[in-house]
């Protein structure tokens, strides 16, 4: 007696668009990298707020903030910092993360016209 052998009626190409295509993977990155750099400048303004008499808290350095916002995540900084009113007194948040978010949007530009634009 033979095993039977299980095949699928139909296929999905749905996955296989979504790795398959880097523009795809770029857009989840982005997503993903703005929703935790929101999330982290949160939590750092909750752990400011929650400073105890004599206890140190541990917060989230400021480097690991900007490098999320260099590795993608300027606008959940940004949004981080007007949701959260975290970080808007640095002159250095204040202007470093807008500037981040130029240069980003400057580098998409122009890998669009190089390579991309007819």
């Given at each position: 007696m033979?095993?039977?052998?299980?095949?699928?009626?139909?296929?999905?190409?749905?996955?296989?668009?979504?790795?398959?295509?880097?523009?795809?993977?770029?857009?989840i990155?982005?997503?993903?990298?703005?929703?935790?750099?929101?999330?982290?400048?949160?939590?750092?303004?909750?752990?400011?707020?929650?400073?105890?008499?004599?206890?140190?808290?541990?917060?989230?350095?400021?480097?690991?903030?900007?490098?999320?916002?260099?590795?993608?995540?300027?606008?959940?900084?940004?949004?981080?910092?007007?949701?959260?009113?975290?970080?808007?007194?640095?002159?250095?948040?204040?202007?470093?993360?807008?500037?981040?978010?130029?240069?980003?949007?400057?580098?998409?530009?122009?890998?669009?016209?190089?390579?991309?634009?007819?």
């Open positions: 033979e095993k039977a052998l299980y095949l699928p009626t139909e296929q999905s190409t749905t996955l296989f668009a979504v790795i398959g295509n880097p523009w795809a993977l770029l857009g990155w982005l997503v993903l990298i703005n929703l935790v750099t929101f999330l982290v400048f949160g939590l750092d303004k909750w752990k400011a707020r929650r400073k105890v008499r004599n206890e140190a808290v541990r917060r989230v350095p400021e480097k690991t903030l900007f490098l999320l916002s260099i590795l993608g995540g300027s606008i959940g900084a940004l949004l981080g910092m007007r949701v959260f009113h975290h970080k808007t007194r640095h002159w250095y948040f204040k202007f470093g993360i807008p500037a981040i978010l130029l240069c980003q949007l400057a580098l998409g530009v122009y890998v669009y016209v190089r390579f991309f634009a007819a």
